[in-house]
T-cell receptor, first 114, second 114 residues
Framework: AQSVTQPDIHITVSEGASLELRCNYS??????LFWYVQSPGQGLQLLLK??????LVQGIKGFEAEFKRSQSSFNLRKPSVHWSDAAEYFC????????????FGQGTTLQVKP | ETGVTQSPTHLIKTRGQQVTLRCSSQ?????VSWYQQALGQGPQFIFQ???????GRGNFPPRFSGLQFPNYSSELNVNALELDDSALYLC?????????????FGPGTRLTVL
């Protein structure tokens, strides 16, 4: 069965420090992978997505993610975190069936220390 | 361009009651997907509507039902509410039902069942 695991439930980093959020997936074929961010009281905003091609993808707000097939991972990175990045981050795999439904991980809450 | 909107923002119901949640899709989008996000969890796929027809369903009982209208707006109906139905309900619209189409999320409706 398809699944997504985000091993870190909560992460705290200092403002200006680098960030890496981990995501592992289980999927039988080439996955469609997404990272979304959710701020309190808000819906989900797409940060970036990977379908094929270059395994390093750039997203909005200075985020990037690297697809590693051998490790079944799609980790999200940012070189320098800003206080406004504090939010919940979700990794998702898109079902390649007709619906393209998204299967989400449990999420990682990012706290940014001043 | 208007994004995805949902109404109401918050709702409180009691066990056994019925509820209807509404979603207006983004302009030009003909597909709406609904997700349930329990507290501390990632969103879970309920079902998808494509051109007014149900196009796929997740692991939810039949008391969860939906509609899509000719203008592609959508409703989610839940009958015989249970305490576990308390969650944030997210609607997402996409240009088509394909797996590579980005899903754009609304802010959600917070349902509390007492």
């Amino acid at each position: 069965a398809q699944s997504v695991t985000q091993p870190d439930i909560h992460i705290t980093v200092s403002e200006g420090a680098s960030l890496e959020l981990r995501c592992n997936y289980s999927y039988g074929a080439t996955p469609y992978l997404f990272w979304y961010v959710q701020s309190p009281g808000q819906g989900l905003q797409l940060l970036l997505k990977y379908f094929s091609g270059d395994t390093l993808v750039q997203g909005i707000k200075g985020f990037e993610a690297e697809f590693k097939r051998s490790q079944s991972s799609f980790n999200l990175r940012k070189p320098s975190v800003h206080w406004s990045d504090a939010a919940e981050y979700f990794c998702a795999v898109g079902d390649a069936s007709n619906t393209g439904k998204l299967i989400f991980g449990q999420g990682t809450t990012l706290q940014v220390k001043p | 361009e208007t994004g995805v909107t949902q109404s109401p923002t918050h709702l409180i119901k009691t066990r056994g009651q019925q509820v209807t949640l509404r979603c207006s899709s983004q302009s030009g989008h003909n597909t709406v997907s609904w997700y349930q996000q329990a507290l501390g969890q990632g969103p879970q796929f309920i079902f998808q509507y494509y051109r007014e027809e149900e196009n796929g369903r997740g692991n939810f009982p039949p008391r969860f039902s939906g509609l899509q209208f000719p203008n592609y707006s959508s409703e989610l109906n839940v009958n015989a509410l249970e305490l576990d139905d308390s969650a944030l309900y997210l609607c997402a619209s996409s240009p088509t039902s394909g797996a590579t189409d980005t899903q754009y999320f609304g802010p959600g409706t917070r349902l509390t069942v007492l």
